[in-house]
């Protein structure tokens, strides 16, 4: 590990700044989860200090988030004490998330009270909507302080929970004990593990063994809105099960000591999955057990975020594995962390049963021409949209294809594919991407760890598995600009990208839960149920037209505009050499643009290639057998 440096650095500056707390003792904190369901948490914080100056900070730089995320505006009510005297406490003023105190003298602790204000029903990540009438996800970061320039592997807390009364829990930590008063006492961990291990609970509450007898134990900890929510199917749970067992097979080593699935079922909270070492935080639809399109829309959510405990927690780009929760992360290599781990998570939704062959064909088709339309991609590279990471997970939908946006995702799936692909041809089938992941991420099981990397460790690693000239590769693709989408690996992989009239039923489910019209391939236009235009691809039909984003579509051939009026129009005009005609509302004026464009229908979908073998197939069949057949 290569952290040690920095540490020392840390804590010189932390002698300089004269932190006058103590180093050897527990921090106590006590979180009051009783108001959650009206979007309130009360947190106490007993601080062992020293006579002197102290600073606290507020965790800024979240873990996974990949940006200052740290939902400092929701801190209210901070008022600090010591020795049973009101402290007084000033904000820096040019660093928000750090407050300055004097510790008086004869105190021995400042007890800090503060409280959180659960954002209602938001989008965003682990500050979004997290709480409603039934249950409560928390993030220990956004309910606490810690001294500045302490070091959250070392900073012990004894943390404790009061939940509303009934309310059931599922978490990586581990309780020992729930005193008289109720509230359940955590056994005391560094602030980095507390930070990594959030918390859901609810009155809707299901834990579920996915590998009965196996050790590290693995959880699905469920929390949801209702009782029927929480009926999962036995197939799903035999397919989240495999998931496990793959996972296993995959890399060689767990670095966990137990994992929990922490899924949260809900229609009112954010919707998003957080990586964890040993957890996952994955939030998603109060329907997503009980609805086979909701599962097959998010197949891919819970093998996401577990990759991450070995490709993002255990192994993390140096540029993210950064010293606290204040120091700025450098996200140049999310290609790798994120491109890499969507890329394992989509084939492990398959391998795992999830999804079928087919699923994963559709999803990386409509992917893979939806990258190859943006073309934003003509102005900035792959790598560009990770070093501004920080920022595009905040851009507005609208302009999204000339802007780019956090496609390190998507874009990773094409590439690794591509890698997968060659490693197969190279090696002529006797080695894959599999090989990589177990040697590159494997090694020795146990706890929890963090060991770094640069670029040139991923590529030495891949050149051990099979030579090849992978800096130019991922310099083509990744550093430079690139006006058409890597398609190498579908190709090499026996399929083609092509385009049918038929909607995919993958692109069904999306439209349906966005509410949205996707002609993105066809017309050039991504649309709302009540007409707004989300994005216009600068290019197409619509853009030539003079069509801009956030007008809004009224009318269609003359008529009040459906998605059925338009699919039928934009079929109609693959026969008929009149334009399709569409009325337009910018904000007070109204105006017909006549698009001319004679293709009919557009959806994306792979073909089969008879002239190569069928790699991808290859690539998706599991590595162990379905649990229990
Ligand atoms: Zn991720």
């Known amino acids: 590990m290569n952290s040690r440096p920095i540490l020392a650095f840390v804590c010189v ?15 106590t904190l006590k979180v009051d989860a009783t108001e959650a369901p009206r979007n309130i948490l009360r947190a106490q914080l007993h601080i062992p200090a020293h006579p002197g100056p102290l600073t606290l900070v507020y965790p800024k730089w ?4 990949h940006g200052p995320t ?3 505006t929701d801190l209210a009510g901070l008022k600090m004490s010591a020795a049973g ?3 007084e406490w000033q904000r820096d003023a040019d660093d928000m998330f750090a407050f300055h105190l004097e510790v008086p003298a004869g105190a021995d602790a400042v007890d800090v009270a503060l409280d959180f204000l659960l954002p209602p029903n938001t989008g965003g990540f682990s500050a979004g909507g997290s709480a409603t009438a039934k249950l409560v996800d928390l993030n220990w970061n956004q309910v606490l302080l810690y001294p500045q320039g302490s070091n959250p592997r070392e900073l012990s807390f004894a943390a404790s929970l009061l939940l509303p009364e009934g309310w059931k829990f599922g978490t990586a930590l581990t309780p020992i004990g729930q005193p008289a008063t109720g509230a359940v006492q955590f056994a005391p961990v560094p602030l980095e593990t507390l930070v990594d291990s959030p918390v859901i609970a609810g009155a809707y509450f299901r834990g579920l063994d ?7 134990p693995h959880e ?10 929480l009926e999962i199917k036995p197939e799903d749970s035999r397919h989240f099960a495999h998931l496990v067992a793959e996972t296993g097979a995959l890399f060689g080593a767990r670095h966990y000591r137990g994992y929990h699935f922490l899924l949260t079922l809900s229609d009112h909270v954010a919707h998003f999955g957080l990586e964890h070492h040993e957890s996952s935080d994955d939030r998603t639809s109060e329907k997503y057990l009980t609805d086979e399109d909701e599962l097959m829309r998010g197949a891919y959510l819970l093998s996401h975020e577990m990759v991450h405990s070995w490709n993002g927690k255990y192994r993390r780009p140096a540029g993210l594995a ?11 290599l999310l290609w790798v962390y994120e491109g890499l781990t969507d890329y394992l998570g989509v084939v492990l939704a398959a391998r795992s049963g999830l999804w079928t062959n087919e699923n994963f064909r559709q999803y990386l088709a409509l992917e893979a021409a939806g990258l190859d339309h943006a073309p934003g991609r003509q102005w900035r590279s792959l790598a560009d949209t990770a070093v501004a990471a920080q920022l595009l997970y905040f851009a507005r939908n609208e302009g999204a294809s000339w802007r780019r946006s956090t496609d390190f995702y998507e874009e990773g799936d094409l590439i690794w594919l591509e890698a997968d692909v060659i490693i197969r041809q190279q090696t002529h089938g006797t080695r894959s991407l599999d090989d990589f992941c177990r040697k590159f991420h494997g090694g020795q099981s146990g706890p929890p760890q963090v060991v770094p990397y640069t670029r040139e460790d991923v590529e030495a690693a891949l050149n051990e598995i099979a030579p090849y000239h992978w800096n130019e590769f991922f310099q083509q693709r990744v550093y430079a600009a690139n006006p058409r989408a890597p398609l190498g690996g579908i190709e090499g992989g026996g399929w083609r990208l092509t385009y049918t009239n038929a909607v995919p039923a993958l692109l069904r489910v999306e439209e349906t839960a966005h509410k949205t019209t996707d002609l993105r391939d066809s017309l050039g236009l991504l649309i709302k149920e009540d007409g707004y235009i989300v994005d216009v691809i600068p290019g197409s039909p619509a853009d030539k037209a003079g069509v801009g984003s956030a007008m809004r579509l009224v009318a269609v051939n003359k008529r009040r505009w459906t998605p059925e009026f338009l699919r039928a129009a934009v079929k109609l005009a693959a026969t008929d050499p009149a334009p399709v005609e569409l009325l337009i509302e910018n904000e007070d004026y109204l105006k017909t643009y006549p698009l001319d464009y004679h293709e009919g229908e557009k959806y994306a979908q792979l073909e089969r ?6 790699l991808l197939s290859e690539i998706l069949k599991p590595l162990t057998p379905e649990p229990g057949q």
């Open 220 to 229: 699905l900890d469920l929390v949801a809105d209702s009782a029927a929510a």
């Open 62 to 65: 979240i873990p996974g988030e």
């Open 85 to 87: 005297h009101s402290v």
């Open 70 to 72: 740290g939902p400092i």
């Open 609 to 614: 290639d008879p002239a190569k073998p069928d």
């Open 210 to 216: 996915l590998s009965p007898n196996a050790h590290p």
């Open 13 to 27: 500056l932390q002698f300089f700044c004269g932190g006058a707390w103590a180093q050897d003792s527990t921090i």
């Open 322 to 332: 950064t010293p606290d929760y204040q120091q700025p992360m450098k996200g140049e």
